[in-house]
């Protein structure tokens, strides 16, 4: 779950279009960072691939760009958090 700001920091995109499978969950419980994530205690995600299976054949091969488009990630964030600042203080 990710907050309406996400989908306009992102240009209404919840992951890179890149990544095809695999690495969605790293780069999206990394690119806000610690000190602008939180996680729900209460809520409990069950992953059922011992009963279902899995959806997909897990792509590797994306691992050598995850840290550049979590620089891209970061920058995004930055930049809105600083146009959203600069609005409140004009206003």
Not at 39 to 67: C, F, M
């Amino acid at each position: 779950m990710v907050h309406k700001s996400h989908v306009a920091i992102f240009e209404d995109e919840y992951y890179p279009n890149i990544f095809d499978n695999f690495y969605l969950d790293d780069w999206i419980s990394r690119v806000y960072g610690e000190s602008r994530t939180k996680q729900i205690q209460e809520w409990v995600v069950k992953h059922h691939i011992n009963y279902h299976g899995t959806r997909y054949d897990p792509s590797h091969h994306h691992a050598y760009i995850l840290d550049g488009e979590l620089e891209k990630g970061h920058s995004k964030v930055k930049s809105w958090i600083v146009n959203k600042t600069r609005i409140v203080t004009l206003s």
